[in-house]
């Protein structure tokens, strides 16, 4: 595949995120300040601008630079975070001129390790890692069956809608959320939110 | 607000103003921006030691910048993180081809500062760069299991991270052995504090909270920080004890080990008062049987103008009291 695909991928996370917008705002208002609808539709439509002349072709190049106007554009922790998984997925794609199904598993891999390694949030955690985490395994396991991208997408999508669902059985120990404490347990999580409408825009992506 | 400053405005670029005419001759300026300070004393092929967070704590963290410590600082506003470009911007500057340690304090706005620099140097100028935090301070949280992320806030016991991976540095050690240096000192640092009196960031106004004249607050952190305890003001030795109390269990400290000890002033408590804590320390040491190889006295990490000190214990082993003994020269400390 070509590394433009790349872009198409921004571009659907980029919409998801502006449909949503009114969505997140409401469920970030609950538990934090209520900006994650304004963080998420500004930060991706930031980082798809960055790209969308598709004068990068190096894989690596094109998710640090998204990256990095993303995180310039929307310097608030969860924006800050966002963009540190693309900036992540750069530096573990660096190079790539052409994309395998393994390199697009990847891509997510390394973003959910981006946003772990700057926030320091665990499995279980209640936040963006409860979605994402889920929809990774469930990459690898398609990548292990030989599924078909379509296919890998749609599992993909599927899990991470699971995980987002499953926070109402956490509590929350990071941010704003957290000092609400045994309060917070049956409150869905915007941040997996956010992970499962990415994965949802990935599953657009490949059809 | 009782303050010698000409405007809250101004606070950190006069007091920064004064810091690079005081000490030109050691210290520049990164592309014109003040609040990124470089050591004038560059060492080509050494790894470069790069560190930062809020202003309002002199000699931290801009004062280590010299000779045998580290090579470069990036300071916020009053209490506040330096932003992502003046790190990158500091990162490049620091390093001279062997790489760049980052170590600095535990605190998110810090490591939301660093660790997108980091990405950034190590993806577009292919600089190696890692990272040791501070987290030091018994009093902010349990310790954390091994493997998991401390939760500690870093305190003045960063000191002796800069120490001994400044001279660990010095003598050319590569990045991994600078880093294995810094994390053995950053594991065998323990903290805690007291504050009197709380301070004032200049553009606030106002002071941070409130206690009273007969109050103290022990294990209150650098930024006023919630500390463990409050209560009517002890007499100088009970309150060594019980913080000694909890630094030696915390590690632990025992029977047999030496230490490096610094007693510092958090900003407006007088040397005296510093050194009448520091025979108390003595004695509770002794009769612990722990050995003190070296004592550090002064401010080297203080809260603007708050009253009060901490206590930070570095357990020693030979290769440690070598870098202990190693020679700084830097604008706010030396050894010789």
Redesign the interface.
């Known amino acids: 595949m070509e590394t433009s695909y790349l872009i198409t991928l921004l571009k659907e996370i980029s919409d998801i995120m502006a449909e949503n917008k009114e969505k997140l705002i409401a469920m970030d208002g609950i538990v934090g300040d209520g900006d994650l609808g304004l963080t998420m539709t500004d930060g991706f439509k930031a980082a798809y601008d960055a790209v969308a002349d598709g004068a990068v072709t190096d894989a690596?190049k094109l998710l640090?630079a998204a990256g990095?106007a993303m995180?310039n554009k929307v310097?608030s922790?969860m924006g800050?975070l966002m963009?540190?998984g693309l900036?992540?997925a750069?530096?573990d794609l660096?190079g790539k001129e052409t994309l395998e199904d393994a390199d697009i598993a990847q891509i997510f891999a390394s973003y959910e390790a981006?946003v772990a390694?700057?926030g320091?949030a665990k499995v279980g955690d209640k936040t963006f890692i409860d979605g994402i985490h889920p929809a990774v395994e469930s990459l690898k396991a398609s990548l292990d069956a030989g599924d078909s991208l379509v296919d890998m997408a749609a599992k993909a999508a599927a899990a991470a809608e699971e995980g987002f669902k499953a926070t109402t059985t956490m509590l929350a120990v990071h941010g704003r959320a957290a000092t609400r404490g045994e309060a917070s347990r049956s409150l869905e999580d915007p941040g997996a939110k956010v992970a499962s409408l990415i994965m949802q825009a990935f599953e657009k992506s490949v059809q | 607000m009782k303050k010698i400053i000409n405007s809250p405005d101004n606070y950190i670029k006069e007091m920064l103003e004064g810091i690079y005419i005081a000490h030109e001759d050691d210290l520049t300026c990164v592309d014109g921006d003040l609040q990124v300070l470089v050591t004038k004393h560059k060492k080509e092929g050494k790894v470069g030691i790069v560190t930062g967070g809020g202003s309002g704590h002199l000699p931290l963290f801009l004062g280590y910048v010299g000779k045998g410590m580290i090579d470069g600082c990036a300071v916020g506003d009053v209490f506040q993180s330096p932003s992502?470009d003046q790190a990158i911007a500091l990162t490049r500057e620091a390093d001279s081809g062997a790489g760049v340690l980052y170590i600095y304090g535990n605190y998110?706005g810090d490591?939301?500062t660093f660790?997108?620099a980091a990405?950034?140097v190590?993806?577009?100028d292919d600089i190696e760069t890692a990272e040791v935090l501070g987290a030091d301070d018994v009093a902010s949280a349990g310790p954390s299991a091994p493997g998991e992320?401390s939760t500690r806030r870093g305190v003045a016991g960063i000191f002796f991270v800069y120490k001994c991976a400044g001279a660990a540095a010095d003598k050319m050690l590569s990045l991994d052995e600078v880093k294995r240096v810094a994390e053995k000192a950053n594991n065998n640092v323990r903290t805690m504090g007291v504050a009197l009196t709380p301070c004032t960031v200049p553009r606030v106004g106002k002071p941070s909270f409130e206690i009273e004249d007969d109050e103290m607050e022990i294990g209150m952190g650098i930024h006023g920080e919630p500390g463990i305890r409050r209560g009517k003001l002890e007499p100088a030795d009970q309150i060594v004890d019980e913080m000694l109390e909890k630094i030696v269990a915390d590690l632990p400290y025992e029977n047999g080990d030496e230490v490096a000890v610094l007693v510092n002033g958090l900003g407006a408590t007088p040397l005296d008062e510093q050194y009448i804590v520091t025979r108390r320390i003595n004695q509770v040491l002794e009769e612990k049987g722990i050995k003190v190889y070296k004592y550090y006295v002064g401010e080297y990490a203080t809260a603007i103008e708050m009253a009060g000190f901490s206590i930070s214990l570095l357990k020693l082993d030979d290769e440690l009291k070598e870098c202990i003994d190693h020679p700084v020269d830097t604008p706010f400390f030396k050894q010789v």
Request: proline share 7%; no cysteine.
């Open positions: 690596g640090f990095k995180a310097p922790t800050s963009a540190t900036k992540q750069g530096k660096k981006g390694k700057l320091g | 992502v998110n490591i939301f660790r997108p990405d950034e190590e993806m577009e992320k």
